[in-house]
């Protein structure tokens, strides 16, 4: 469980196809305290940790996972948002985040707004419906409001903070990012769906 905090930024070190990807990221978490098995958020992906060394960490992501998220653009000296998973007594400061990723969504617009920058999504059809204004949606692992909702796109506003303690600094148009709805959203859906019966 996560909460859409960016704790620290990743930069891919290496990627190999073993049937399976393995990718090795650097981090600045002290890996000492970090286990095997530990789960880390990458891009808003749950990740489990099998290998560690003094600066990174190594995960290895299923064909599954790669089909269904971003992960399949990433490229050697990519910067990525990180998150450990969230402990008993920690601080929620975004929303409830599982890092399992419902789908891929697609930078459609960008401009800048004072110090802000507003950028537009379209998200999956499947996915739209669940998708509400001033609800959260977590991006990347970055847990954010939704402004305005048209159709399948949605709109979110950036502070320059976020811009600077997470990727999104770096984002253009076309970018492709990783959308998590929020789990209430699923779940009030799910109920509506079984009263139909």
């Not at 990174?56 to 599954?64: D, H, L, R």
């Amino acid at each position: 469980m996560f909460t859409g905090i960016i704790t620290d930024i990743g930069i891919i070190r290496a990627l190999e196809p073993k049937g399976d990807l393995r990718v090795r990221i650097a981090t600045g978490y002290e890996t000492a305290g970090i286990d095997l098995g530990a789960s880390i958020a990458s891009d808003g992906v749950c990740l489990t940790v099998v290998a560690l060394g003094p600066d990174w960490y190594e995960v290895q992501v299923s064909a599954e996972t790669v089909a269904k998220t971003n992960l399949g653009d990433w490229t050697v000296g990519r910067r990525v948002n990180l998150e450990r998973a969230l402990r008993l007594g920690d601080e929620l400061g975004g929303h409830i985040v599982s890092g399992h990723v419902d789908g891929v969504a697609e930078v459609v617009g960008l401009r800048e707004e004072g110090e802000s920058t507003r950028l537009r999504f379209r998200a999956p059809d499947h996915l739209a419906g669940f998708i509400a204004p001033k609800g959260s949606v977590a991006l990347n692992g970055t847990s954010l409001t939704v402004n305005e909702v048209e159709g399948a796109e949605f709109g979110v506003n950036l502070i320059p903070h976020t811009k600077t303690v997470t990727t999104w600094g770096d984002v253009a148009l076309g970018d492709r990012v990783n959308l998590e709805i929020d789990t209430l959203a699923r779940y009030v859906a799910r109920l509506r769906d079984w009263e139909r019966g």
